[in-house]
Antibody
Framework: QVHLGESGGGVVQPGTSRGLSCTGS????????MHWVRQAPGKGLEWVAL????????YYTDSVKGRFTISRDNSKNTLYLQMNSLRAEDTAVYYC??????WGPGTLVTVSS | DVVLTQSPLSLPVTLGQPASISCRSS???????????LIWFQQRPGQSPRRLIY???KRDSGVPDRFSGSGSGTDFTLKISRVEAEDVGVYYC??????????FGQGTKLEMK
């Protein structure tokens, strides 16, 4: 059974950094591309970033390019999202998603002074 | 970027009656490999999204057969043959043909009359 679990959410001040992690189990982690998708409170879904199965290629939505970095450690079955220069509009639940099929429960990041 | 437009945005339904949600794309979602990468997700209140349908009409494991997807090119439909109480939530279409970015529709909120 596929299981994904995010961690690292919390309240942060604008302009600061935060790192998120997502650990996968129940499948061969290194075989799948992984995504981060976010959902602002009461809003719809927004794709954030994608990393290839082997970690060699990354893609980002325009609003986070240059500020967010997606990475993975296949030896630890873990996906990461390093978020820098955070803004109020980055406030959202962040989900890790396996190959646009299976979703974790999400972790809430609130950017507020 | 590809824009997905869902309608209606709110869908009041009666138990046991059918329901239909439209998703229209600003570009054809037919990929060069012959596949069309259009996905439907269900998000029940307080839960993570769950994939129901992929590649327009392929139902995920465990998804009741009252859910069906159809369409081609730029016009797609999710149909529920007989709505049950557990179907309440928000439904999103998403395209994975022209990326980055992967894009979502605005969401359709299905609720009981």
């Amino acid at each position: 059974q596929v299981h994904l679990g995010e961690s690292g959410g919390g309240v942060v001040q604008p302009g600061t950094s935060r790192g998120l992690s997502c650990t996968g189990s129940g499948f061969t982690f290194s075989n799948y591309p992984m995504h981060w998708v976010r959902q602002a409170p009461g809003k719809g879904l927004e794709w954030v970033a994608l990393i290839s199965y082997d970690g060699t290629t990354q893609y980002y939505t325009d609003s986070v390019k240059g500020r967010f970095t997606i990475s993975r450690d296949n030896s630890k079955n873990t996906l990461y999202l390093q978020m820098n220069s955070l803004r109020a509009e980055d406030t959202a639940v962040y989900y890790c998603v396996r190959d646009m099929s299976d979703w974790g429960p999400g972790t809430l990041v609130t950017v507020s002074s | 970027d590809v824009v997905l437009t869902q309608s209606p945005l709110s869908l009041p339904v009666t138990l046991g009656q059918p329901a239909s949600i439209s998703c229209r794309s600003s570009q054809s979602l037919l990929f060069s490999d012959g596949n069309t990468y259009l996905i439907w997700f269900q998000q029940r209140p307080g839960q993570s999204p769950r994939r129901l349908i992929y590649q327009v009409s392929k139902r995920d494991s465990g998804v009741p057969d009252r859910f069906s997807g159809s369409g081609s090119g730029t016009d797609f439909t999710l149909k529920i043959s007989r709505v049950e109480a557990e179907d309440v939530g928000v439904y999103y279409c998403m395209q994975g043909t022209h990326w980055p970015p992967h894009t979502f529709g605005q969401g359709t909120k299905l609720e009981m009359k």
